[in-house]
């Protein structure tokens, strides 16, 4: 492949005849990359779940926090990956990034078959799987660059949207690639549950294996690092200046940081809540329906306005976290699961139209350090959000405090955004 020796996707002519193509492929290997990095990040939300049915005897606290420590890895890495694109070139940094998530996905493979491993070793293991949360800012930054301001929005939405479906394809793979020896004895024996039904409960990591490593191939042989991107930690550090950085960052862990967190959370607060129902015959719908439509947010931002679609979109947030107590503490799990399924569907068109207002607010390569840094920040409600339910449903019994600090912080991020972008003389029109 030819090394790309111009860039400038803004000029018409040059993005027509040859930029929208480089873009285009860089995207649709991007695309998967992310895909396998939720997949993996998100292991655990569905892996602590069935860890006791198994023979593992961890409390409550200790499995959310197990499907909690991912979001706190994977925040944090985060803020390092976001300034790592510039530096090392896009297609560079997602082959390395891409094969680091053999790491988790093969240690846990081999960790939950053996009841006796500790929970040290598995929080380690948790932890390391935060290697799939960090991917989100270099990708997200990476793509930024190969797209002009007119489609950032819709190629962004594409590209975490599609992405973001590894959450709900773990969480709807894993229970069926569980129940039979998908790999032969090649992945090891079988557990038991407590009827004596066989299970493999390594499939839930292994599965994601040989998909990694495809796409560190397809990425090291298809992607490009664009010239003209290159920028120091100190030439990117400029962000931490602006105001606007720090506003956005509030607003995007105001609804990806929702996404994320209720996507970790919900298959245990489903198992401990209403312990009859099948937790994972419907964990994964809220997450899939957020990340499908996560694009048509992007794409609504492109032509409405990110500031606008934000605006209305937090307020359907609030009116579906109010629905999710009145059905919780009804005892409804209908209600109460058509809730959060409105409140999955609110996060992911507030994710896209969140993410196509920063590139208006900031030049292209400011853009691409908010982008990511933002995105990192955000990454911290897989943690807080099943920790701060663990300590709700430990503290009160409930989980009806936690939701009431999530609406508050929801009617906080409406005010926000109305004053300083989506009110008739905002100072920033985006």
């Not at 695309?31 to 006791?52: D, G, M």
Request: proline share 4%; aromatic share 16%; hydrophobic share 55%.
């Amino acid at each position: 492949m030819a090394r790309i020796t111009k860039w400038n996707p803004e000029d018409e002519q040059f993005w027509e005849l040859e930029g929208k193509n480089h873009a285009r492929r860089n995207l649709w290997i991007s695309i998967p990359a992310l895909f396998l990095a939720f997949a993996v990040w998100q292991i655990w939300s569905v892996v602590a779940v069935n860890l006791n049915d198994v023979g593992f005897t961890f409390t409550d606290r200790e499995l959310f926090l197990l499907a909690a420590l991912p979001g706190l890895t994977g925040a944090t890495l985060r803020i390092i990956y976001t300034f790592l694109v510039p530096i090392f070139g896009g297609r560079n940094w997602t082959v390395v990034s891409t094969a680091s998530l053999l790491i988790p996905s093969i240690g846990i493979g081999f960790a939950v078959q053996n009841p006796d491993t500790p929970f040290i070793t598995m929080a380690i293991l948790a932890a390391l799987c935060g290697f799939g949360g960090g991917n989100f800012s270099s990708s997200m930054s990476n793509i930024s660059f190969f797209y002009p301001k007119k489609a950032k929005g819709t190629a962004l939405g594409l590209n975490a949207g599609i992405g973001n479906l590894g959450v709900s394809a773990v969480q709807l793979l894993a229970p069926i690639v569980v129940t039979f020896a998908l790999f032969g004895a090649f992945a090891g024996a079988p557990q038991y549950l407590g009827d004596g039904t066989e299970v493999y409960l390594q499939n839930a990591a292994f599965i994601w294996v040989i998909p990694i490593i495809l796409t560190v191939i397809a990425a090291m042989f298809g992607m490009d690092n664009l010239p003209g991107t290159k920028a120091s930690i100190k030439e990117q550090a400029v962000i931490f200046k602006n105001k606007h950085t720090w506003i956005m960052t509030w607003l995007y862990t105001m609804c990806f940081g929702s996404f994320i967190g209720y996507a970790a959370a919900f298959p245990l607060l489903i198992r401990t809540e209403f312990p009859e129902v099948n937790a994972m015959a419907f964990a994964f719908i809220g997450p899939l329906i957020g990340a499908l439509i996560r694009p048509l947010g992007g794409w609504l931002s492109d032509k409405l306005g990110g500031a606008f679609v934000t605006f209305w979109d937090i307020i359907l947030m609030i009116v579906a976290t109010l629905g999710v107590i009145f059905f919780y503490n009804a005892g409804n799990f209908t209600g109460f699961l058509i809730m959060f399924i409105i409140l999955f569907f609110a996060t992911g068109i507030a994710n896209g139209s969140t993410f196509r207002m920063i590139p208006f607010i900031f030049n292209q390569k400011e853009a691409a350090a908010v982008l990511g840094f933002t995105a990192a920040i955000a990454a911290y409600g897989a943690f807080i959000i099943p920790s701060i339910f663990g300590w709700s449903i430990d503290t009160t019994g409930t989980a009806n405090l936690a939701l009431y600090i999530f609406i508050a912080y929801y009617v906080i991020s409406l005010v926000m955004n109305w004053y300083y972008y989506s009110r008739k003389n905002a100072e920033v029109k985006c």
